[in-house]
């Protein structure tokens, strides 16, 4: 299960940083990376190839209950934890979902992302701000998206 989910949730957090269900705005971004996180560049995309749907049937809700599974990937993101062959693949693809708004996923991707970022938002912030200081270094996606932009009231 592990090699199977591994790359699925990375897949999945490619997607969520990628699609976002809101308006742009201009603005600037609210979150303040810590030291030592280092950026993620961008490479060479393939034009008009889309990323694969192989992990479009997962369980989405089982894998972001499950703390263990959850934080290995999150490690493996992070570059704090060594990845599977796929994950590093999947891994290397965030810089181009962000880069290209995720022209290159399926329409399912794109469903499941909200249900991703919601999840990490609402109950793992944390991680999600970490993923933004790694994979939008210079802001441009919260700014696009207003991510980091809710109720901070509702924080407890």
């Not at 190839?49 to 972001?64: A, F, G, H, S």
């Not at 209950?65 to 590093?88: T, V």
């Amino acid at each position: 299960m592990n090699s199977v989910s591994a790359p699925a949730l990375l897949l999945l957090v490619v997607v969520a940083l990628a699609t976002v269900h809101a308006a742009p705005r201009d603005g600037p971004a609210s979150t303040e990376c810590p030291a030592g996180i280092k950026a993620a560049k961008a490479g060479p995309a393939a034009q008009g190839v889309k990323y694969t749907t192989k992990y479009d049937n997962i369980n989405v809700d089982m894998v972001l209950h499950n703390e263990r599974l959850l934080n290995n990937y999150m490690e493996c993101l992070m570059d704090r934890r060594a990845c599977s062959k796929e994950g590093q693949l999947l891994k290397e693809i965030i810089p181009d979902a962000l880069q290209t708004d995720c022209a290159r996923c399926s329409e399912k991707q794109k469903q499941i992302a909200g249900t991703i970022m919601s999840y990490l938002l609402q109950y793992k912030k944390k991680y999600w701000d970490e993923l933004l200081c790694k994979y939008d270094p210079e802001g441009n996606f919260r700014k696009k998206y207003e991510v980091d932009e809710d109720d901070e009231d509702d924080e407890e």
